[in-house]
């Protein structure tokens, strides 16, 4: 099997951030592969121990942003591709899935396709979507288990999670998958694999080495701040017992009409 | 001039996902300002009912498509349809509501379309030319302002960001039925089954949340069963936690939330887990037990009106994000505060 997992990097979460003239920072905190990604990584590489094959990482950012592909090499990935264009700055999500769906085409015989359930930075969520709707393949979102991957037969079965519970869901291959939380958790990378990441040589492609021209973007953000702090005045409630703390909360939320 | 908006109504079977409402609530409300009209599409199987509530949400016309193939729901034949209807009504902006299955069609719909999709909105001006829409990121640590320079503008709007119209069932309209001429043949996937989830408030759509964290599990006066090893005894623990939580739940009709670590530990399943890797709320009221407030956490409630808080760490950062807090062992206040609201609430 051919498995393809889409990662990307993203600012640790718990770093501060910063807006300067329209740009984004986060100061010195580290870059890490989006926490997402880590289980569609782990459903990639589960699934080729289990059906043979290989699991390539497929990353879309600048030349310098290797974490994310890193990481899943130390998980175990077998390969991986980043594709890098000053061209992609300011890159809306058809345009940036227009540029994967063309990495995608241009790797080649791909029996799956895995991405994280959404950005932690961004989060629009849209890609898993947009991409497979632009490689015409059918899109299994939010999926937390595999319940039968039949490659020889073109198909396989997942449960996939919607407001009102889940679905058991058969699909043709190739699909398109978003995996969630719910996969299970993802392993930890060796030291082994930590080292091999660290001296692996992957490709570089540009929108030239897809053959594409850079694809134009509908959504703009032109301005970005940090929120108005609320102002926040906190109460606290005494009391001499928790009996007369309670009493007096429920005082104080019959007032402030929230009941 | 922004004229024609259509509005995804989101439902499953037929139960409409209220943030579909306070979608269509919004698009006749720019409609009213802009002299232009709201439509509302709905699709699925057994739901021309759905139509005269469209109607009472503000609904000027209905799109419908009422189809076998469209019962169960699969983005494919769905976006099939909506970007059909979207080439012959031509509308200027389309909205849905940011539920798992709005936000896949409209990103599909964008790809179909030549557009692009502004997300999870949480605050809309379109008193202008042009329409900026506000979203929330990193973690609601920044806000963008956001503009699409193609048309149709889609837009996806947060759960509870903008307010559900009062219905009136005097309204009505005109419907139109969209043609089905889907083979199933031709479709690449197909719905096996169906596992309902145990009914209970949904968290996103919860006018109040009661969730607890970590400190569910930590009550010294407890002394479980002799037969459970150490992880086991704190499951056992946080279970009569939680059970706290849901009495006070179930006596405000609250949803019950949870933090990672609670999640983690194996106290209640991921479904309830708020923050920023779990379900981003903002009811009117959040009441936090046992829960420090890691910034993680509050990414996913901070919104909240307001914020109740019971640690018994006076330095919890928790405290600061709070509107009331109380300082204490959660597990002697929710019996007393669950007894108090319920007096008063049936009284
Ligand atoms: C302030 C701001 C607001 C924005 N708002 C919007 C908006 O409303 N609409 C819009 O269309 N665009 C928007 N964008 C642009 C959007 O962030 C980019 O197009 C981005 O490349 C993809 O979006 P995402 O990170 O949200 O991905 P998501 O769709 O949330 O990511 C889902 C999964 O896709 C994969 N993935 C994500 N990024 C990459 C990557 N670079 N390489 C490989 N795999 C990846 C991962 O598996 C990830 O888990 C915004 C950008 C900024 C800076
Ligand atoms: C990438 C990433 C994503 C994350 N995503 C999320 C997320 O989505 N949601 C989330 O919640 N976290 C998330 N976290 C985890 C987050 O950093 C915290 O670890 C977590 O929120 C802590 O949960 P807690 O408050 O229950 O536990 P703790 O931090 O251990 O706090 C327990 C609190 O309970 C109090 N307490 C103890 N006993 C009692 C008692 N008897 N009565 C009253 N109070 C008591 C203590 O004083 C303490 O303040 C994420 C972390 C990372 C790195």
């Known amino acids: ?259 | 001039m922004t004229k024609k908006i259509l509005t995804y109504i989101d439902h499953f079977h037929g139960k409409v996902q209220s943030s579909s409402w306070e979608a269509l609530g919004l698009a006749a409300k720019i409609a009213a300002d802009n002299g232009g009209e709201a439509a509302a599409l709905i699709l699925g199987e057994g739901v021309n009912d759905l139509a005269d509530l469209a109607f009472h949400y503000g609904a000027d016309q209905v799109f419908l498509a009422d189809h076998a193939i469209l019962k169960d729901f699969r983005p494919e034949p769905l976006i099939e349809i909506i970007t059909k209807a979207a080439n012959d009504y031509q509308p200027d902006v389309i909205i849905f509501p940011t539920t798992t299955r709005g936000r896949t069609l409209a990103g599909m719909a964008a790809v179909d379309l030549d557009t692009g999709v502004m997300v999870d909105v949480i605050d809309l001006d379109w008193k202008g030319d042009k329409i900026t829409a506000t979203r929330s990121i990193y973690g609601g640590k920044l806000l963008a302002k956001l503009t699409c320079s193609t048309s149709p503008e889609i837009i996806t709007l947060r759960t509870r960001a903008f307010d559900k119209p009062e219905p009136d069932t005097g309204r009505s309209g005109s419907i139109t039925h969209l043609e089905v001429s889907l083979d199933p043949a031709d479709q690449a996937t197909t719905v096996l089954d169906h596992q309902e989830k145990a009914s209970g408030v949904s968290l996103t759509d919860a006018n109040v949340i009661v969730s607890g964290g970590r400190g569910t599990a930590i009550n010294p006066t407890l002394t479980p069963p002799d037969d459970l090893d150490e992880a086991g005894a704190e499951v056992w623990k946080a279970e009569q936690g939680f059970d706290l939580i849901q009495n006070l739940a179930d006596v405000l009709g609250a949803a019950v939330g949870a933090s990672r670590a609670a999640v983690d530990a194996g106290y209640i399943v991921y479904d309830h887990q708020v923050g920023q890797t779990g379900k981003v709320v903002s009811p009117d009221l959040y009441i936090a037990c046992g829960i420090s407030g890691a910034i993680q956490h509050l990414a996913g409630m901070r919104s909240s009106k307001v914020i109740v808080a019971i640690n018994k760490d006076r330095d919890a950062p928790i405290f600061n994000f709070a509107r009331f807090g109380l300082i204490g062992d959660m597990h002697e206040i929710l019996p007393p505060l669950t007894a108090g609201l319920k007096a008063y609430l049936e009284g």
């Open chain 1, 1 to 259: 099997m051919k498995i393809i997992v889409c990662v990307k990097q993203v600012p640790d979460t718990a770093a501060t951030m910063e807006v300067e003239n329209g740009n984004i920072s986060w100061g010195d905190a580290p870059l890490i592969i989006n926490p997402w990604d880590e289980f569609a990584v782990e459903a990639a590489l589960n699934l080729a121990a289990d059906q043979g094959g290989e699991v390539t990482a497929l990353c879309l950012g600048k030349e310098e942003e290797t974490e994310a592909i890193k990481h899943a090499l130390a998980m175990g990935a077998d390969a991986a591709v980043l594709v890098s264009d000053p061209a992609l700055k300011g890159s809306d999500t058809v345009a940036a899935s227009k540029v994967l769906a063309a990495a995608i085409t241009k790797i080649g015989e791909v029996d799956l396709v895995l991405f994280g359930q959404q950005s932690v930075d961004t989060d629009t969520g849209l890609l898993p979507v947009q991409v497979a709707r632009l490689l015409k393949w059918p899109s299994l979102t939010l999926v937390s288990k595999f319940k039968e991957v039949t490659p020889a037969e073109g198909s396989l079965q997942v449960i996939r999670s919607m407001e009102e519970g889940n679905q058991v869901i058969k699909s043709r291959l190739p699909a398109v998958v978003s995996v969630t939380k719910d996969y299970g958790e993802p392993r930890y990378p060796s030291f082994m694999g930590i080292r091999k990441a660290s001296k692996a040589e992957y490709p570089v492609w540009t929108l030239t080495d897809l053959g594409i021209d850079p694809p134009s973007s509908s959504i703009s953000w032109p301005e970005v701040n940090k929120p108005v702090e609320k102002e926040i005045v906190t109460e606290i409630i005494d009391g001499d017992t928790p009996e007369e703390k309670a009493k007096t909360l429920v005082e104080k939320l019959i007032a402030e009409k929230v009941l």
